[in-house]
DNA sequence: AAATATTTTTAGCCTAACCTAAAAATAAAA
DNA sequence: TTTTATTTTTAGGTTAGGCTAAAAATATTT
C-alpha cells in the first residue's frame, strides 16, 4: 500500500501540512509548519529535506511546500485511521469526545496490512468522526458536507450541529456542559449587534454563546 | 499509574528481559538479551545503562541483569496490553491468530489513562490471549494453568490444545491446517519409540506429529 | 596456574530528530 | 533604491538507539 516506509515523525509533518494546505491551500511556509509541529524552523526545514529526498513532497528553498502524489495519499491514510480510532475509543470503549486526541495520534501510525480496512468494517463503515469531521474512505476519497458556522444563521433559523472546527478539550467539555454535542438541535432566538453574542435555544433551555463559540461549531440547517 | 516515562525501545527491552528470566530464573546475561532483542551486545549493555539508571532493572557488569520492581511491573502492563490487543485483533477484527502479533508488538506501546482498562471491559475481561496465552489483570497478577505438553501425554490419553510455546506464524498456520486450534479435542493414538513421532485423532482424522510439534503444544489432560 | 576462549564492556562512529545562533535570502519600508 | 525587518536556511551541537572493533573481564582448558 505505502510506496515509501514512513517514520512517525514524518507522517506527522506530511500531516501538518494536510492540514495547514487544507485552510490556505497552496505552499506551505516554514514558519507556518514549524508553528504546527511546535517545533524550530531549523527543524522543519531540517525534515523537509527528508522528506523531498523521499518524494514525499515537493519543497522549493524559501518557496515553501506541496505534498506529493505520494505524501498526500500517506496524510490521507492517517486522517483515515487517526478518524476510525477516535470512532472506535468512543462508540466501543466508551470514551468521551474530548479525550480521544491523543490516543488517535498514536493509534494512527499502527502499521500492518488491512488493520483499517478490518478496523472500518468492524465499525460499520463510519463516515464521520465523534467530532464531526469526515472519514475519507480506503482510496482517499472526502466527502464534503453541507454545514455552516452557527455564526452565519440568523435568528429565527434553526439547525444540527454536525461538528466542531476547534478541536480543544476544554472547548468540548464547554460544549457538553451545554447539551451541544453532535446532533444537538438548536434555535437561534437573538444576537446582539455590539459582540455578536448569541442567544440559542436547545431544547427548552435558553443559553448564550460568544462570537467565539459560534465560529467554531458547525451547525446543519433545517 | 507508570511511575516513570519510557520510550519504546526501554520497553521492549524491559520485555525481553522478562520474557528471558520466566524459562531461564535468575540474572538475564547481556548475550541472551542481545539476541532476544536481535541486537548487539554493545547495544545491550548501553540499553541496561539506560534502563538502570531509570531504576528499572538492577545490573551488575558482567553478572546480568533482573527487572526492579517498576520495571516488572512495566514489563507486566505491556504483555497485558498486548494480550488484550491480540484479542481485539482476532475476536473483533477477524483477523487469524498467525496475524496478530506484528499488529500488537506496536499496539502495546499505546500509552493513556485507562486506555487497557477500557479495553479489558469491552472485550468481556479475557483471561488468556487468542494464543492460549494467560493474561495478568489490572493488578499485574497472573493465572497459572493446569497445561502440559503434547509430548508429556501417552498413548490412550487425550486433551484439548490450550496453548502454544512457539508462536511463530508458520507453526500456527500448520496447526491450522491439522485443525489443531485452541479447544481442539485429541487422543493420543501411539507414539513411535525411535523419533517420537506422534499419531493423534482429531474428531476423525488420524495425523501424525513430530516430537517438535507435540513440544510446542500445550493441552489439558481430560 | 597459565593459556586460551568466551563474554562483556568501552571507545568511537552513524542517523533521525531535535536544538540555538549565525548567515543568507526575501519582503517591506523609507 | 537603499535600508530595515522578517523569514528561511546553514552550521554546529545534543540525545536515543543503533553499529563495529578493540579492550577488559570472566570462564574454561590444558
Redesign the pocket.
Known amino acids: 500500500m505505502n510506496t515509501v516506509p514512513t517514520?512517525?515523525?514524518?507522517e506527522n509533518y506530511l500531516k501538518a501540512i494536510f492540514k495547514i494546505a487544507e485552510k490556505e491551500p497552496g505552499a506551505v511556509?516554514?514558519?507556518?509548519l514549524a508553528a504546527e509541529m511546535g517545533?524550530?524552523?531549523?527543524?522543519?526545514?531540517?525534515?523537509?529535506?527528508?522528506l523531498s529526498e523521499k518524494q514525499l513532497v515537493v519543497y522549493e528553498?524559501?518557496r515553501?511546500v506541496t505534498l506529493s502524489e505520494t505524501g498526500n495519499r500517506i496524510a490521507t491514510d492517517l486522517i483515515r485511521k487517526h478518524r476510525l480510532w477516535e470512532v472506535f475509543l468512543v462508540d466501543k470503549l466508551g470514551f468521551a469526545w474530548d479525550e480521544v486526541h491523543e490516543f488517535a495520534e498514536q493509534l494512527e501510525h499502527i502499521q500492518g496490512e488491512n488493520l483499517a480496512e478490518r478496523l472500518d468494517d468492524f465499525l460499520g463503515h463510519p463516515r464521520f468522526d465523534p467530532h464531526g469531521d469526515p472519514i475519507p474512505d480506503a482510496q482517499g476519497h472526502w466527502l464534503r458536507r453541507a454545514q455552516v458556522r452557527l455564526s452565519t444563521l440568523t435568528p429565527g433559523q434553526r439547525g444540527i450541529v454536525t461538528g466542531v472546527d476547534d478541536h480543544s478539550s476544554t472547548f468540548l467539555q464547554y460544549l457538553n456542559e451545554l447539551s451541544l454535542g453532535l446532533g444537538a438541535e438548536l434555535e437561534l432566538l437573538e444576537r446582539t449587534a455590539y459582540d455578536q453574542s448569541t442567544k440559542i435555544r436547545i431544547r427548552t433551555r435558553e443559553s448564550v454563546l460568544s462570537e467565539k463559540v459560534c465560529q467554531n461549531l458547525f451547525v446543519r440547517i433545517i
Do not use: I, Q
Open positions: 517514520t512517525s515523525a514524518e511556509l516554514t514558519n507556518a517545533t524550530s524552523a531549523a527543524s522543519a526545514t531540517d525534515m523537509l529535506k527528508r528553498k524559501y515553501g
